[in-house]
């Protein structure tokens, strides 16, 4: 493997900070502490920088030669509400909150790419280098482009880097096209009228209509979608009643789907209050159906063919070609795709190794491979000089 000497001389340096940010994590726009510690930084290596762009986002600028060529490198920076089970000497002190997902590590290796290419500056153009809040379900990424962010820093193309476990350490992962799915949540609030529960013939039975509903949902799937498309239509929750004989005059019903077709996120919502409309019509049941209640909802993340083209190339040149490999799409979903909505790019993995021990993302257990930050780094690094060639 090819890291530069500069890059291995860096390496204590990211694991310190790597592990900072693992020992203080911040969820979805209360990252304060975590964006000040990351600005601080590249103060230090002298960027320029903007600060609370999408609350709690950073993001650095770096030039050099006089192209006007520019790329975005993405890493997001926050951690999840979950109670770490590891005993690590960098354990999370923050009650309920842990890097689950290794953004701890993406925010390291970036600014590792930060600090050697504020020494090493061998390209020529514009590198910005976004720190993203709220990726997990709370749409940061949505957040700073509502806020300018690609009109403040008008990038040609965007990169991310996700790491991901069950991949061993020092593989990455590259697909044209759709690789993570759409993410979208839905509620049907249900009223009908309450009674005794000895006398149903006097009211109308919310919990009924929500059992037929909850069943009916499910061919959604399995009757109207092409079968060749992957689709997920889950309930999540169903909350009715209070009491043993009485029948509750109100339900809800909670889930979320997922799939790989633009199109289809449409489609499914529709069927879901086609469905719903007429089997409260049957039962005589009022229903209030929200599509992504508090605009929660993630578009499918497609990478556009030729900057996955030359971001899979700059992998194999990297690591060889028998350790870049092209991933099954993950029905999981990632607030990247809104960037790539706006701009062409490719949204990568990287290897985190064995789960063994329930190393696997957003479980208590997890914890960033640390072998990657340079690898990592030195990916950033590579795609800085591939794109923004020397002429
Ligand atoms: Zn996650
Ligand atoms: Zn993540």
């Known amino acids: 493997m090819n890291i530069p000497v500069k890059i291995q001389q860096l390496e204590t340096q990211m694991r310190q900070w790597r592990q900072h940010l693992h020992q203080f994590p911040e969820t979805a726009y209360e990252e304060i502490e975590t964006a000040a510690y990351i600005v601080e930084i590249l103060q230090k290596l002298g960027l320029e920088v903007h600060s609370g762009l999408g609350k709690t986002g ?6 050099a030669g006089n192209s006007t060529r520019k790329i975005a490198l993405r890493a997001d ?9 590891n005993e690590l000497s960098y354990k999370s002190q923050h009650s309920g909150k842990m890097h689950a997902c ?7 290796m970036l600014l590792g790419a930060a600090a050697y290419l504020s020494e090493q500056a061998d390209f020529n153009g514009t590198v910005y280098f976004i720190f993203q809040p709220a990726e997990e379900a709370r749409a940061g990424a949505k957040a700073m482009i ?28 590259f697909k044209t096209g759709a690789v993570m799915a759409s993410f979208d949540c839905f509620e049907i609030k249900l009223t009908g009228r309450g009674t005794h529960a000895a006398m149903p013939q006097l009211g109308d039975d919310v919990i009924v209509t929500a059992s037929q509903i909850i069943t009916a949902l499910q061919t959604i799937v399995s009757r109207n979608i092409d079968p060749a498309k992957a689709v997920v239509v889950s309930i999540t929750q169903v909350h009715a009643g209070d009491t043993w004989n009485a029948l509750p005059d109100s339900a809800v019903i909670r889930g979320t789907f997922r799939c790989f077709t633009p199109s289809l996120q449409a489609f499914i919502s529709d069927e879901i209050t086609r469905i719903t409309d007429g089997l409260c019509q049957a039962h005589n049941i009022k229903a209030e159906i929200v599509i992504n209640p508090e605009n929660a909802g993630y578009p499918v993340t497609i990478n556009s063919s030729k900057e996955t083209a030359i971001a899979k190339a700059v992998a194999q040149e990297l690591v060889g070609k028998d350790k870049v490999f092209q991933p099954t799409p993950s029905m999981g979903s990632e607030d990247f795709a809104f960037m790539l909505q706006e701009k062409a790019g490719c949204y990568a993995w990287i290897g985190n190794g064995s789960t063994e021990g329930g190393c696997l993302l957003h479980n208590p257990h997890y914890d960033f491979n640390d072998e990657n930050l340079t690898l990592g780094a030195t990916y950033w690094v590579r795609l800085v000089e591939k794109i923004l060639v020397l002429d």
């Open 58 to 63: 950073v993001v650095a600028t770096l030039s």
């Open 77 to 85: 920076i926050d951690a999840l509400f979950i109670e770490e089970k």
């Open 102 to 108: 290794g953004h701890d590590g993406h925010t390291a």
């Open 146 to 173: 509502d806020e300018g962010l690609f009109e403040l820093f008008p990038a040609d193309s965007v990169y991310g880097l996700h790491n991901f476990p069950s991949i061993p350490q020092g593989n990455f992962g």
